[in-house]
């Protein structure tokens, strides 16, 4: 099963996957967007790896 990371270091806060997937990524209060879960049955996780400004997410 595919996990959902996000670079904590590279990650700019963007907020963009949260808005793409509200029901994977989260911008949380430490600024930088966590995985919540690793699957979604609405949205292409793949795009939104590519749509990263900061390529910060990686599905592995
Ligand atoms: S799109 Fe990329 S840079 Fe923007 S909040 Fe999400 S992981 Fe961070």
Same mark, same amino acid.
């Given at each position: 099963?595919?996990?959902?990371?996000?670079?904590?270091?590279?990650?700019? #806060?963007? #907020?963009?996957?949260?808005?793409?997937?509200?029901?994977?990524?989260?911008?949380?209060?430490? #600024?930088?967007?966590?995985?919540?879960?690793?699957?979604?049955?609405?949205?292409?996780?793949?795009?939104?790896? =590519?749509?990263?400004?900061?390529?910060?997410?990686?599905? =592995?």
């Amino acid at each position: 099963m595919a996990k959902v990371t996000i670079d904590a270091s590279v990650c700019v #806060g963007c #907020g963009l996957c949260e808005q793409l997937c509200p029901e994977v990524f989260e911008v949380q209060a430490d #600024g930088v967007a966590h995985s919540k879960v690793d699957t979604c049955n609405t949205h292409n996780i793949s795009e939104i790896v =590519e749509q990263c400004p900061v390529s910060a997410i990686k599905v =592995e």
